[in-house]
């Protein structure tokens, strides 16, 4: 949607392994958002960026999520140590400072 | 119980008819509301967005907010079988914090 890039869009990882995903906003985007979809589930807010900044990272579940972002253009995710109940769609969302965002593709993480 | 209740479904309609989408939600701090279409294996897509209470109408979606009620609905008139996804309800506050809060998601189904 508008530009918002995701990558990989499939990742299948096993137990313990750490994986990073890619979100790709066009320029202009300052703020970021990263929600994670459980099956069957709306999404659930991680962490937002309002350029290079985390000004909220009061979703992330544990202490394995972090994310940045640190140039204000390109964020990452990484899930140190993958568990099971990791396993969901990783959706990245971007836009103007006071629009709403727009969501990419999402990455769909498989932990076996 | 969680903040934004939204009935899974699936709901089934034919053809032409006129589909209402409803959520409740319990904290009266909102006041941004948003209805996103998801089709299966993509992102969520705007559709709809509302400040405070009201009615919004954009073609053949009409989005109605009663904040009395905590109260929010979708209507989609002449309905599609290229409507058949699942509808998600989202809101936040006015404040600084802009994640959205979602509900889980209904799934609509319109047969040709």
């Known amino acids: 949607g508008a530009g918002v890039s995701q990558s990989p869009r499939y990742k299948v990882a096993k137990r313990g392994q750490d994986v990073a995903l890619r979100c790709d906003p066009i320029?202009?985007?300052?703020?970021l958002f990263w929600y994670q979809q459980a099956l069957g589930q709306g999404p659930e807010f991680l962490t937002y960026f309002q350029n290079e900044a985390q000004l909220d990272k009061s979703g992330l579940p544990s202490d394995r999520f972090f994310a940045e972002r640190p140039e204000g253009s390109v964020s990452t995710l990484k899930i140190q140590r993958t568990q099971q109940e990791d396993s969901a769609v990783y959706l990245c969302?971007?836009?103007?400072?006071?629009?709403?965002?727009?969501f990419g593709q999402g990455t769909r993480l498989t932990v076996v | 119980q969680k903040e934004v209740e939204q009935d899974p479904g699936p709901l089934s309609v034919p053809e032409g008819a006129i589909v209402s989408l409803n959520c409740t939600y319990s904290n009266s701090a909102f006041q941004y509301f948003m209805w996103y279409r998801q089709y299966s294996r993509k992102g969520p897509e705007l559709l709809m967005y509302?400040?405070?209470?009201g009615n919004k109408e954009d073609g053949r979606f009409t989005a109605q907010v009663d904040k009395s009620s905590k109260y929010i609905s979708l209507f989609i008139r002449d309905s599609q079988p290229s409507d058949s996804a699942t509808y998600l309800c989202a809101m936040r506050g006015d404040t600084g914090r802009r994640a959205l809060t979602f509900g889980s998601g209904t799934r609509l189904q319109v047969q040709p």
């Open positions: 969302a971007a836009g103007g400072a006071n629009t709403e965002a727009f």
């Open positions: 509302t400040y405070s209470s």
């Open positions: 320029s202009g985007h300052v703020s």
